[in-house]
């Protein structure tokens, strides 16, 4: 079974820019969630989505946000790029419930805004 | 809400030895508890995963993990550390949505384990 695909792995931006993270999820698995990682902050979670539903959201700005497709695959993204959001974007996903199921985490996107 | 932390964001242990990463957790409801590992330049992988069947969880590449509900811990340790576990090494726990909040699942901020030959 294929495993979290994200894509692009890297990317650089400048500020103001906006960005568009790709993640298709293991098949069959229809909870999406992504995260945001960085030294000094860790993991910290951006949004859920479910069936093409956003179902949690983190404590983050407007500038930040996703979508799901009818086939599970995710977007998020980023308006307005800050250098502060230079981190490694995962993606994960589950079954149906990220909090109780196992999660299967993607490669990630390694995102730099000068 | 829940919080996890875990205890030393470096720990170095040589290569045959006990390998012991702590954490410690909070929840006002039994919590599910997860260890996931995380290599260079990939994602998380899981470890092993409590979901209150058994106190003793056994998980992939020899390691283990203890639930201990009387001092709110779930430490990993792995007898023998191999070269290959140089890794970080990531405590989670999460209420289910019985705790509710928009964050259900925190992450600790994280271990560097270091092997040293």
């Known amino acids: 079974k294929a495993g979290v695909t994200q894509t692009p792995r890297y990317l650089i931006k400048t500020r103001g820019q906006q960005v568009t993270l790709s993640c298709s999820p293991i098949?069959?698995?229809?909870?999406v969630s992504w995260y945001q990682q960085t030294p000094g902050q860790g993991l910290q979670f951006l949004f859920e989505?479910?069936?093409?539903?956003?179902?949690n959201k983190g404590n983050f700005p407007g500038r930040f946000s996703g979508r799901q497709f009818s086939n599970s695959r995710s977007e998020m993204n980023v308006s307005t790029l800050e250098l502060g959001d230079s981190a490694l974007y995962l993606c994960?996903?589950?079954?149906?419930?990220?909090?109780?199921?196992?999660?299967?985490f993607g490669p990630g996107t390694r995102l730099t805004v000068l | 809400a829940q919080s996890v932390t875990q205890l030393g964001s470096h720990v170095s242990v040589s290569e045959g030895a006990l390998v012991l990463l702590r954490c410690n957790y909070s929840?006002?409801?039994?919590?599910?508890l997860f260890w996931y590992v995380q290599y260079p330049n990939q994602g998380l992988q899981l470890l092993l995963k409590?979901?209150?069947?058994?106190?003793l969880v056994k998980g992939i590449n020899g390691f283990e993990a203890e639930f201990k509900k009387s001092e709110t811990s779930f430490h990993l340790t792995k007898p023998s550390a191999h070269m290959s576990d140089a890794a970080e090494y990531f405590c989670?726990?999460?209420?289910?949505?019985?705790?509710?909040?928009?964050?259900?699942?925190?992450f600790g901020k994280g271990t560097h384990l270091i092997i040293q030959p």
């Open positions: 994960a996903s589950s079954y149906a419930d990220r909090l109780t199921d196992t999660q299967y």
């Open positions: 098949s069959g698995h229809r909870s």
């Open positions: 989505y479910f069936s093409e539903t956003q179902r």
């Open positions: 989670a726990v999460s209420e289910g949505y019985s705790g509710g909040g928009a964050d259900g699942l925190t």
């Open positions: 409590y979901t209150s069947a058994a106190t």
């Open positions: 929840s006002s409801v039994p919590p599910y």
